[in-house]
């Protein structure tokens, strides 16, 4: 093994451990929280060795660099998810590797994924991005709808040809009244959560949580954590 996917496994088998503990401490079985690892300034050989240690879900934020990242990778059986604010004139780009897009924030975005979707004649996973740093009727500084604008964006995405509804999405707001208080700001999530899926039953994903703050996010209910510099540490990057 080499000393880079040996690091890969290491930082692999504490994350892992992590996220089995936190489960452990809020009564849930380990199974039910998803690792993605945020794969984003990190080379394709990175991939194929986290691919290799049993990692399936990978997640990218920038579409020039996750395209041809995805390509050099296509021989592998990998979940694709796009984490990164995204503009409308790359949904047809991005919908070429991904599987799961998490940053849906608003109709535009929604109306051009599912024009590419119909184009390519798939079907795609969408999250919709909750800002919780945001005012009715804004987005928020990373991006995201603010929470009272979830459900009529849900009932979009829901109703598009191509899309499907999964869930939510969330990053740990920098400022506003959630700032520095992640565990109540994921619980705010699963709130929103528990509503959106008494209209879209099926939408159960909930995506929050990353390196630094795993364990709030999954005590509060999270299924998928978004986990980077814990599993690929600090290894020089691309660009």
Request: some cysteine; charged content about 25%.
């Amino acid at each position: 093994m080499s000393d880079r996917k040996a690091e890969l496994s290491r930082n692999l088998d504490a994350v892992r451990g992590r996220i089995t503990a936190a489960c452990e401490a809020a009564g849930r079985e380990p199974g039910e929280v998803s690792l993605v690892v945020v794969t984003k300034t990190y080379p394709a050989q990175d991939v194929r060795m986290l691919h290799e240690l049993g990692v399936r879900d990978v997640a990218e934020n920038r579409d020039q660099e996750a395209g041809p990242k995805a390509a050099a990778c296509a021989d592998l059986s990998l979940n694709w998810h796009f984490v990164g604010q995204l503009q409308t004139n790359k949904a047809r780009s991005v919908l070429g590797y991904a599987d799961e897009v998490q940053s849906v924030d608003r109709t535009r975005l929604a109306a051009a994924l599912s024009t590419a979707a119909v184009r390519r004649g798939r079907e795609v996973g969408c999250l919709i991005q909750v800002a919780l740093d945001a005012e009715s009727g804004e987005r928020g500084a990373r991006g995201g709808v603010a929470p009272g604008g979830v459900g009529g964006l849900a009932d979009a995405v829901a109703g598009a040809e191509g899309l499907r509804l999964d869930g939510l999405m969330t990053v740990a707001p920098l400022a506003g009244p959630y700032a520095g208080r992640q565990r109540a700001a994921f619980e705010r999530l699963m709130e929103i959560s528990s509503r959106l899926r008494a209209d879209h039953p099926a939408a159960t994903m909930v995506s929050a949580g990353m390196s630094a703050d795993l364990e709030e996010a999954v005590q509060a209910g999270a299924t998928h954590v978004r986990v980077g510099t814990a599993v690929l540490g600090d290894r020089p990057r691309l660009g």
